[in-house]
């Protein structure tokens, strides 16, 4: 099991520039990717998407991929030749003004700061391996972390589906007793009312069965069961669980709900209360589950 949650960094260096890759994520119900990187680079967009996807399938991922030069190619991107022609242009351009021409210190370095030469960017096509290798490290280390959440995320599931479990057998267990509670009330308002009639009268009869038929959650109860079960080992697999998960509680839900209309009883009720409560938790927490 993978959280949605992540985030690895790798650097590298590549033809005397630093290169930075970081790889975050957040929760999703698909994958929705994001890559920032050199305009120069574009055309890498499509390799670099195609690496995320073998990473995460859901969640917002966002790719930064950020060059920046170091010193030793910054002093090394003096253009002399440029420079000395720039002065020799100003010295004719002084002389054809009969001015005389004495260059001083600080007009030396501002006509060499102004033929700077740019430092030559790599090229896409010679920055594709380091930033597939560099990208591959920074995503190793985005995907162990989801593993590291998702196993903290595994264990309270797991906690949270053996309270549901609980809750479940404690409605099994009083589900049987909700007719029989019934017979007796009735039987107490009718007297109360002044009409006696007998345990075996083929009204009171109809009327018991009628109710132990609508308030019957059997179906429900084994279907819980069995969503259970297929929660806790779609938990325990490998691969994407999230939309599964989803499903499943989803069914759960709905067996819930239909006990908790149909169970005329109060204790049932707490319980479905409490059902409703721990579902919607674990709901929450699905949500960042890839």
């Not at 073998?54 to 060059?67: L, N, P």
């Not at 020799?88 to 007009?107: C, D, H, W």
């Not at 079960?229 to 691969?239: I, K, V």
């Amino acid at each position: 099991m993978k959280s949605m949650t992540g985030y690895g960094r790798a650097t590298s260096a590549i033809e005397g520039f630093s290169l930075t890759i970081q790889v975050s994520s957040v929760n999703r119900k698909t994958l929705d990717l994001t890559i920032g990187l050199p305009d120069e680079w574009e055309s890498l967009e499509p390799a670099i998407g195609e690496l995320v996807r073998k990473f995460a399938s859901r969640g917002k991922v966002h790719v930064d991929i950020e060059v920046t030069g170091d010193k030793s190619a910054t002093e090394a991107t003096w253009d002399e030749a440029a420079a000395a022609a720039a002065l020799e242009r100003l010295r004719g351009f002084a002389e054809r003004q009969g001015v005389a021409f004495k260059p001083t210190p600080e007009l030396l370095w501002q006509v060499a700061n102004s033929q700077r030469r740019a430092s030559e960017f790599p090229t896409a096509e010679a920055a594709q391996a380091p930033v597939v290798e560099t990208l591959t490290s920074a995503l190793r280390n985005f995907s162990a972390m989801r593993a590291r959440e998702g196993e903290s995320l595994m264990v309270d599931f797991i906690r949270r589906n053996e309270a549901l479990h609980r809750l479940v057998e404690t409605v099994a267990a009083r589900a049987p007793q909700v007719p029989a509670n019934y017979r007796e009330q009735l039987l107490k308002r009718l007297r109360e009312a002044g009409l006696e009639l007998d345990l075996n009268d083929e009204r009171v009869l109809r009327e018991i069965a009628l109710f132990a038929d609508r308030c019957d959650v059997t179906e429900e109860i084994t279907r819980l069961r069995s969503h259970f079960e297929q929660f806790t080992a779609l938990l325990r697999s490998d691969g994407e669980i999230g939309r599964k998960a989803e499903f499943i509680l989803q069914e759960i839900g709905r067996e819930v709900n239909t006990i908790g209309s149909k169970a005329n009883d109060v204790t049932i009720a707490r319980a479905v209360i409490e059902l409703k409560n721990e579902l919607e938790r674990v709901r929450e927490q699905i949500a960042n589950v890839e």
